[in-house]
């Protein structure tokens, strides 16, 4: 096969199976979603707080830039590694209970990073099947053996833990899962895992759950070896941090590939950031909001047949199966005024293209009226 049949080929194979993606120009405001001159309610976001035009973290990020420029001038081992990093780091190793926290550019090059520093050949890595694509791709890239768990089921995961081995264990799970929002049992598997390392990914808890916003862990009483948390859904902005032991964050600085050979993130990011844990930590009225909208939510959802699946986070996907019906129906909302995503495989599991509702705090009442109503009319064409 030539370069351009392989390509030509797959590219096929994808319009074939209506999982074909595409990219749409559009901007978010508050909970709004600006497409060619039309504004639809969005209800397909991950800026749970609303925080994205937030004042003061607007005005911080300008002020930042203002002090330090655009951007960290090199990686954080040579001259990119700013004041402003050093104290976010700090605030945020303190604010979560870690010895150390190391910021990265995005969660997605955390999580590989984390991953490939760690394992070795003849570790496994144990994860939940569900995993985001970050951690499963890290781990079937890594040199060790990547062994998934029936979602969720600590029996499964006790089993796996219980075969002998050479090497070390590393489990791995999320705090609120991204397609599904339903939460890990971290406590019980925090007291399963014995001698392995825990990770957990808490990308859409931060923020949103525990006490402060101090997310999945805290809310559920459980200190993992690794906490990964991202800026881009809750926090309103991008980037993300590894919280861990001052031993495991200095091995990360040694053979973390992904921070040694990469520009630093702006300074003027940092700052801001800064701002946003901040706004995090007083922001109960708009984590209470976002309380309000999902229980309000679920409850006027019982009366509308669609399957929804069984999540108490901002994530409440509608569970619609096959990929033509889910575009379809995702197409009939737009007509609607309504923004939502249609995910397909490969992103969930074959057979359980749904659509994926989010909330936040930035909707208001009329928005989630709106959405029902949508949601009931398209279910009686
Ligand atoms: C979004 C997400 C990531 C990736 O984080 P980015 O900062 O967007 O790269 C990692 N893990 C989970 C669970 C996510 O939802």
Not at 76 to 101: C, D, K, M, N, S
Not at 310 to 320: D, E, H, L
Request: aromatic content about 6%; overall charge neutral; glycine content about 8%.
């Amino acid at each position: 096969m030539t370069w351009q049949q392989r390509i030509t080929t797959a590219l096929d194979k994808r319009r074939a199976e209506q999982a074909f993606r595409t990219r749409i120009v559009g901007e978010c405001d508050a909970a709004g979603f600006i497409h060619q001159g039309v504004r639809y309610r969005n209800f397909s976001g991950n800026d749970y707080l609303g925080l994205s035009r937030h004042p003061a973290i607007v005005q911080a990020w300008q002020q930042g830039a203002q002090r330090y420029g655009v951007g960290s001038g090199g990686s954080g081992h040579v001259t990119g590694f700013h004041q402003a990093h050093h104290q976010l780091e700090q605030t945020l190793a303190q604010w979560l209970g870690y010895p150390r926290a190391l910021l990265f550019i995005s969660g997605f090059s955390a999580n590989q990073a984390v991953i490939s520093a760690l394992m070795q050949k003849e570790d496994w890595i144990i994860a939940d099947r569900l995993s985001h694509a970050s951690l499963l791709e890290a781990a079937s890239l890594s040199p060790a053996t990547l062994r998934r768990f029936h979602h969720n089921d600590v029996d499964a995961l006790k089993t796996l833990l219980e075969k002998p081995l050479q090497g070390q264990q590393l489990v791995v799970t999320e705090g609120v899962f991204s397609m599904d929002g339903d939460c890990a049992p971290l406590a019980e598997i925090a007291a399963a895992k014995h001698n392995a390392l825990l990770m957990v990914d808490d990308a859409h808890g931060i923020g949103v759950l525990g006490e402060d916003g101090r997310g999945s862990c805290a809310a559920a009483g459980v200190k993992p070896d690794i906490l990964v948390v991202t800026f881009g859904k809750a926090f309103g902005l991008s980037g993300a941090a590894v919280l861990c032991s001052e031993d495991i964050a200095d091995y990360l600085l040694q053979f973390a590939r992904h921070l040694i050979y990469s520009t630093a993130m702006p300074p003027a990011q940092a700052y801001a950031l800064q701002t946003a844990v901040a706004v995090i930590q007083q922001a109960e009225a708009q984590r209470a909001t976002l309380r309000r909208h999902i229980a309000y939510f679920r409850s006027q959802m019982a009366g509308i047949p669609l399957s929804l699946a069984a999540s108490t986070t901002a994530i409440q996907p509608i569970i619609v199966g096959d990929n033509h019906h889910t575009l379809h129906l995702a197409a009939r909302l737009r007509e609607r005024g309504m923004w939502i995503s249609a995910i397909r495989p490969p992103t969930v599991p074959p057979g359980s293209a749904r659509l994926r509702v989010t909330l936040s705090a930035a909707h208001d009442e009329r928005d989630i009226d709106a959405l029902l109503e949508a949601l009931y009319d398209v279910t009686r064409q």
